[in-house]
């Protein structure tokens, strides 16, 4: 009996090894990498940065100058949980400064019989009446009422009503239009007004989210978001103005006039055109530049008309196919086939088979390209043009002109309400002056107004 008792001991203090043993072996390391797993972890996260955003470099080469875009959380693209670009508060700043403009054509209506109209009874009346004429928007950019929209939209109106965010209605005064660029500007009276803020149409990249906003189908303060598609893109001169910002954002017959917003809600473009086989949004949408349709309503509000400034040049856009014919090293540009005598580009040196590749600064290798950067600027305005002669690059500073062959601006109206001509040679010599224009007639304007000062 006490032999059993011993044994029964012993077999119990082997079973408690061999368990110390197990322990020793497979759980203290467990337990141990279970622990320090735990504290590469804390650790980890308290030298992590939570607001850095992995980066990411690629070169974007466009109708710009070719740049690196870094990805990361930068004001251009605000940023919300989980990465996706916030695209709410760039709505909350557009959407008050985004009107419904409704055009109005006025038309003789007849009430009465059949009988009466063709023998002439005494019972029936014609009467002007409003007529339908569809609706657009427009984009508020000044306190005291000034407002983009499309010419397009109010061409052949009587009148235009313009209705706000907030439901307050009134009658615009149509300032001016320029149908090369379908720009028109509006003015009501008011004041206190929320305009909205001008972005660069020329830093825009491929990919960058944007928002239209809009009344399409006269659905008022309607929101949409795409991406930049394209830039510079013609649509086969269906408009004088041949290059456009293409986005996929949905837009409709009603968006027109509206704003193209970036996603700090600044405004890239002007809604104009959608390409559909049906006339309803089918994924491709066109925005006029902003700082071509800036530049169109500065001068529509000062001079009464645009300002256009010419090269002087007769061109073509160089392709590999025409380089070889014609014996050119470069591949790409605009070909410069004539140029024309007295113009800018030849008081400026510029000669015949010289290819054009950039204005100031900005790539034209298309003639898009090229027609939007000259649309920015007006007659006298000095532009840095980079081109290549027999295979070397070379830079000139061109003084623009107008399609007259000088440097003056014109007006016939607008809020300065003068009529204005180019100096003549002898009227500078008298006045020693070198350039200026002179007021041959004045009407009611800011002009006038001032005249006595």
């Known amino acids: 009996m006490l032999y059993s008792i011993e044994r029964n001991d012993i077999v119990k203090q082997v079973i408690l090894k061999l368990g110390n043993m197990k322990a020793t072996n497979y759980v203290l390391p467990f337990a141990f990498g279970l622990a320090g797993g735990l504290i590469a ?33 930068n004001p251009a693209q605000p940023l919300a949980v989980g990465g996706s670009v916030d695209l ?27 009988l009466d109209f063709w023998f002439g009874g005494r019972n029936g009346r014609i009467r002007e009446e409003p007529l339908d004429m569809g609706i657009g928007s427009g984009v508020i950019i000044t306190e005291d009422g000034y407002i ?9 109106s009587d009148k235009v009503m313009v209705t706000l965010n907030d439901k307050r209605k009134f009658e615009a005064k149509l300032i001016g239009t320029d149908p090369d660029t379908d720009i028109a500007l509006l003015k009501i009276d008011a004041t ?21 906003v809009g009344n399409p189908y006269n659905l008022t303060s309607t929101v949409t978001a795409g991406i930049i598609s394209a830039k510079a893109r013609g649509l086969g ?12 954002a949905a837009v409709n017959p009603g968006n027109s006039g509206g704003a193209l917003v970036n996603a700090k809600g600044e405004l890239i473009g002007i809604n104009t055109a959608i390409q559909s086989p049906t006339g309803s949004y089918s994924g491709y949408s066109f925005a006029v530049p902003v700082n071509v349709a800036r530049k169109v309503v500065s001068d529509l509000k000062e001079f009464g008309k645009v300002q256009r400034a010419v090269l002087g040049v007769s061109m073509r856009e160089l392709t590999p196919e025409l380089a070889k014919k014609i014996g050119l090293k470069e591949t790409s540009g605009i070909h410069v086939a004539e140029v024309i005598s007295g113009g800018a580009a030849s008081k400026a040196g510029l000669k015949s088979g010289d290819v054009i590749i950039q204005i100031n600064g900005y790539d034209v290798v298309t003639a898009p390209q090229l027609q939007e950067q000259l649309a920015k600027y007006a007659p006298g305005d000095i532009v840095k043009v980079s081109f290549s002669r027999d295979g070397k690059m070379r830079e000139v500073d061109v003084t623009l002109q107008n399609v007259f062959g000088d440097v003056t601006v014109s007006t016939e109206s607008g809020i300065l309400g003068a009529q204005v001509e180019s100096l003549t040679k002898d009227e500078q010599y008298r006045y020693r002056l070198t350039k200026g224009v002179k007021i041959v007639m004045l009407k009611n304007g800011k002009f006038k107004k001032h005249r006595s000062c």
Request: aromatic share 6%; proline share 7%.
């Open 41 to 73: 972890f804390v650790g980890g996260n308290l030298l992590v940065d939570r607001n850095e955003v992995p980066v990411v470099q690629h070169d974007i080469v466009g109708p710009g100058v070719s740049r690196p875009v870094v990805q990361t959380a």
């Open 88 to 114: 709410r508060e760039a709505a909350k700043k557009t959407v008050p400064a985004v009107v419904n403009v409704t055009p109005v054509q006025m038309g003789r209506v007849y009430y009465g019989s059949p």
């Open 148 to 156: 983009i929209t499309n010419n397009h939209v109010v061409a052949q």
């Open 192 to 212: 206190g007004l929320q305009p909205i803020e001008y972005g660069n149409s020329d830093d825009v990249v491929l990919g960058e989210w944007v928002l239209a």
């Open 237 to 248: 001169n269906k408009m004088n103005l041949e290059s456009f910002l293409q986005t996929d």
